[in-house]
């Protein structure tokens, strides 16, 4: 099906949408129309244009492919499926995600990933091609966050504070810099290779994206997980 969105309001495009009994949908001249593919279960969207705030919230197995930028909150308390940006993401991409997986060829905002978790076989996880703003994975208490850092023009691939509250999960960064302002609670170490499991979500990155995966793969990486013997529960819990 394909729906020309034009000029409309974000309520008549999500209707058409969920009314819709096919389960390939082209949605075209999207521009700004939020909460596109909430709850998507059964449905695959492919957007052309820029959707608005909390695209794919609480998706529960859809997929949604954007060919342009979206706006924040996108992928927001999702549970499964599978969200591709051919572009860049704003700020709180992730936002609690429960589950699925997060593809992003560009840049991302602020608090990308903040309080993703994993329960049993659902693992989070969020891949990003170029940069990330400041406080990536903060409170993270679960999944997987990678960060490929390509075209920064010689900037910092994440920004302050990252994984500010971290109490679970990881992140690996394709850089040999640690985060500015990185909490004592922590730890950063160098990994000459990527374990199969990051290994097999760069490689879906570089499929959806059209990029060689032997650079990426072959690279070390800064692997960011929770420090065990200084956690973040000693700062709240008392003696």
Same mark, same amino acid.
């Given at each position: 099906?394909?729906?020309?969105?034009?000029?409309?309001?974000?309520?008549?495009?999500?209707?058409?949408?969920?009314?819709?009994?096919?389960?390939?949908?082209?949605?075209?001249?999207?521009?700004?129309?939020?909460?596109?593919?909430?709850?998507?279960?059964?449905?695959?969207?492919?957007?052309?244009?820029?959707? *608005? +705030?909390?695209? %794919?919230?609480?998706?529960? &197995? #859809?997929?949604?492919?954007?060919?342009?930028?979206?706006?924040? !909150?996108?992928?927001?308390?999702?549970?499964?499926?599978?969200?591709?940006?051919?572009?860049?993401?704003?700020?709180?991409?992730?936002?609690?995600?429960?589950?699925?997986?997060?593809?992003?060829?560009?840049?991302?905002?602020?608090?990308?990933?903040?309080?993703?978790?994993?329960?049993?076989?659902?693992?989070?996880?969020?891949?990003?091609?170029?940069?990330?703003?400041?406080?990536?994975?903060?409170?993270?208490?679960?999944?997987?966050?990678?960060?490929?850092?390509?075209?920064?023009?010689?900037?910092?691939?994440? *920004? +302050?504070?990252? %994984?500010?509250?971290?109490? &679970? #999960?990881?992140?690996?960064?394709?850089?040999?810099?640690?985060? !500015?302002?990185?909490?004592?609670?922590?730890?950063?170490?160098?990994?000459?290779?990527?374990?199969?499991?990051?290994?097999?979500?760069?490689?879906?990155?570089?499929?959806?994206?059209?990029?060689?995966?032997?650079?990426?793969?072959?690279?070390?990486?800064?692997?960011?997980?929770?420090?065990?013997?200084?956690?973040?529960?000693?700062?709240?819990?008392?003696?």
């Amino acid at each position: 099906m394909y729906i020309d969105a034009y000029g409309m309001e974000s309520r008549a495009l999500n209707d058409a949408v969920r009314a819709c009994g096919e389960h390939s949908i082209t949605i075209a001249h999207c521009i700004g129309q939020r909460y596109l593919g909430t709850a998507l279960s059964d449905k695959a969207l492919s957007i052309e244009g820029t959707p *608005g +705030n909390a695209l %794919g919230a609480y998706l529960n &197995g #859809g997929s949604i492919r954007v060919h342009g930028n979206v706006q924040e !909150a996108t992928g927001d308390t999702m549970n499964s499926g599978e969200i591709a940006v051919f572009g860049s993401a704003g700020d709180a991409t992730g936002y609690a995600m429960r589950g699925g997986k997060i593809f992003v060829e560009g840049d991302v905002g602020y608090r990308c990933g903040i309080h993703i978790k994993a329960y049993r076989e659902n693992k989070p996880a969020i891949v990003i091609g170029g940069r990330t703003g400041s406080f990536l994975g903060e409170y993270q208490a679960g999944g997987t966050i990678i960060v490929l850092g390509l075209h920064t023009d010689g900037l910092p691939i994440v *920004g +302050n504070f990252c %994984g500010t509250g971290m109490h &679970g #999960g990881e992140m690996y960064l394709r850089t040999a810099q640690v985060p !500015a302002r990185l909490p004592v609670q922590v730890r950063a170490e160098r990994v000459a290779a990527l374990p199969e499991d990051a290994a097999a979500l760069v490689r879906e990155w570089c499929a959806l994206f059209g990029r060689e995966e032997g650079e990426l793969l072959r690279c070390a990486y800064l692997r960011l997980t929770p420090d065990s013997s200084n956690p973040y529960h000693q700062m709240y819990v008392g003696n």
